[in-house]
T-cell receptor, first 113, second 114 residues
Framework: DADVTQTPRNRITKTGKRIMLECSQTKGHDRMYWYRQDPGLGLRLIYYSFDVKDINKGEISDGYSVSRQAQAKFSLSLESAIPNQTALYFC????????????FGSGTRLTVV | AQSVTQLGSHVSVSEGALVLLRCNYSSSVPPYLFWYVQYPNQGLQLLLKYTSAATLVKGINGFEAEFKKSETSFHLTKPSAHMSDAAEYFCAVSGTGGYNKLIFGAGTRLAVHP
């Protein structure tokens, strides 16, 4: 089994719909992150969490929310999806020992039509 | 705040030629630096990372990178390109303190021609 699992792998949704992307990990890491990847822009940080009670906005948090349900689970929600949120989304984890080891999920490809 | 600039969104080389992908960083604290590769329709794979040990870092698949503090650079090189190296490459920076996050550059797409 993968260390960081993202579900779904692919999703097509309509404008205005609420959608949740889920991430679970078996690494035992405290820190979890959500990124989105767009062509020519690299990966940009949406939200990050250093522990269950710590949630922080990244550089592009508008239109997104997150929930850290447990150490192992970190969900990303789009309350009302819009077409420019079409992207590849990655969840990642890192250890708390100065953050040298990051583990990425396989990504969720989201299309908003 | 930290940031990364990757010079050249597209790089094209011939098979067997030197690969040089450029990365410059900005950081107010000592950085950790990373190179990741993404093959078509796949996730991210760590190529190598600099974590304040040796300044010349060797990674997988014959890649290496040199940390140059005076130039704030961490360029990725490979002496001889192979067709299988065609992919997108991302440079990333993180601080070395206890609470840091990974910040990525915009990526460089490498094409390898026969």
């Amino acid at each position: 089994d993968a260390d960081v699992t993202q579900t779904p792998r692919n999703r097509i949704t309509k404008t205005g719909k609420r959608i949740m992307l889920e991430c679970s990990q078996t690494k035992g890491h405290d820190r979890m992150y959500w990124y989105r990847q767009d062509p020519g822009l690299g990966l940009r940080l949406i939200y990050y969490s250093f522990d269950v009670k710590d949630i922080n906005k990244g550089e592009i948090s508008d239109g997104y929310s997150v929930s850290r349900q447990a150490q192992a689970k970190f969900s990303l929600s789009l309350e009302s999806a819009i077409p420019n949120q079409t992207a590849l989304y990655f969840c990642a984890t890192s250890d708390s020992g100065q953050g040298k080891r990051y583990t990425f999920g396989s990504g969720t490809r989201l299309t908003v039509v | 705040a930290q940031s990364v600039t990757q010079l050249g969104s597209h790089v094209s080389v011939s098979e067997g030629a030197l690969v040089l992908l450029r990365c410059n960083y900005s950081s107010s604290v000592p950085p950790y630096l990373f190179w990741y590769v993404q093959y078509p329709n796949q996730g991210l794979q760590l190529l190598l990372k600099y974590t304040s040990a040796a300044t010349l870092v060797k990674g997988i698949n014959g890649f290496e990178a040199e940390f140059k503090k005076s130039e704030t650079s961490f360029h990725l090189t490979k002496p001889s390109a192979h067709m299988s190296d065609a992919a997108e490459y991302f440079c990333a920076v993180s601080g070395t303190g206890g609470y840091n996050k990974l910040i990525f550059g915009a990526g460089t797409r490498l094409a390898v021609h026969p």
